[in-house]
């Protein structure tokens, strides 16, 4: 027997609320740290209701799990997934296969590709919200990308546990894995790239930062040093979210000099895999 375009429709849309129904009982957002919240008030002020409803999510994993995108496809957004890991991309293909205008992509972002990987999606320039976490390669990614996109919205994973004014950014290598503490960038290395590409910094949350273009953020952006206090460092629970950084503490307390000794022991394993230091020269910004 055949269905109708009509049914389909009407199947397609019983599903989405019945999925929609379940989500919301089993939790109240999706997001690992709350950035969910912090976005969907960065979004009422910063994106007009005209302005295209478009998200990307680079390292969308199972793209329901930590996700910073999936509330807004739930409410009608279009966009890109893009997630590199086999087990993890079947999830989110399965997520993605209800939002008509949404799709999932198996590739792995690099500074190479992402501009045309953007562009065959039609991924408009100046597009809503990216969501980038790679664990890795994030800043070679996200400094390609703003060559030719200009987000108006960006929420970005950085290494929380380097405090400003210390410049810590692995080195790209496009077989990178996830170690340890040894993954990303430094939020003084993103204050680096967002002066050179004229973005500002509107919020930590924890590990992950917000930024918009400075011609719509005026007077939100944060200095560095109280992006980091109030996101990260003075947060009360912090060590509570975070216990596995108890081992990497100790840079709090320290001078910037020592800080970097002791980064430099701490990472002796990884050397020649990373540039660090106090000024942007260190990784040739």
Known sequence: MKITKAAQHYLREFDMKQQRTRLSLKRSGFSNYGE???LARLIAEFIPRNHSRTAVDIGAGDGVRKSNTYALFLNGWRGLGVEFDTHKFVKLARAYKHFPGVFACRNRATPENIISL???YEIEKDFG???LDIDGNDYW???ALLSK?????IVTEINEKIPPPIRFVVKYDPNFQLRHHFFGYSIAVLADLCQQTNYGILALEYNNAFLAPLEIAGERVLDVTTAYRSGYRDRVDRKEKFQLNFDM??????EPPAAIDFLRKFYARFDGQYFLGLDEGCYGS
């Open 149 to 153: 996109f200009r987000p108006r919205l």
């Open 36 to 38: 969910e919240a912090v």
């Open 249 to 254: 503490e100790p840079v709090q307390a320290l």
């Open 141 to 143: 990614v996200l400094k």
């Open 129 to 131: 919200i990216l969501s």
């Open 118 to 120: 953007l562009e065959s």
